[in-house]
Nanobody
Framework: QVQLVESGGGLVQPGGSLRLSCAAS????????IGWFRQAPGNEREGVAC????????YYSDSVKGRFTLTRDNAKNTIFLQMNNLNAEDTAVYYC??????????????????WGQGTQVTVSS
């Protein structure tokens, strides 16, 4: 059973930076999709940044492209989301999600079957 544990959320001022971490236990490295999603109050859960191991394809939503970067440390089964130039619209609960033995469409939340508990990111002055 894959377990995902996020960390690194918090309160930051507009223009600031945060780095989120997601540690995955019992995780196979054969082929998988893993990424970050977020959900603000009253909004649907949306994909922020995802990666597919089969070909290394990485997806970023238009709203974060150029500001957020997803990286992986395969040796530690951990992924990171570096978030720069944050603004109030980035305020949300951020979730790490994964699907193992998978090489299909990886952008939408519906394909993921493992989820972390979420970490709150609040951007406010």
């Amino acid at each position: 059973q894959v377990q995902l544990v996020e960390s690194g959320g918090g309160l930051v001022q507009p223009g600031g930076s945060l780095r989120l971490s997601c540690a995955a236990s019992e995780f196979t490295l054969d082929y998988y999709a893993i990424g970050w999603f977020r959900q603000a109050p009253g909004n649907e859960r949306e994909g922020v940044a995802c990666v597919r191991s089969r070909d290394g394809s990485t997806y970023y939503s238009d709203s974060v492209k150029g500001r957020f970067t997803l990286t992986r440390d395969n040796a530690k089964n951990t992924i990171f989301l570096q978030m720069n130039n944050l603004n109030a619209e980035d305020t949300a609960v951020y979730y790490c999600a994964a699907r193992t033995y998978y090489s299909g469409n990886y952008r939408g939340p519906d394909v993921y079957n493992y989820w972390g508990q979420g970490t709150q990111v609040t951007v406010s002055s």
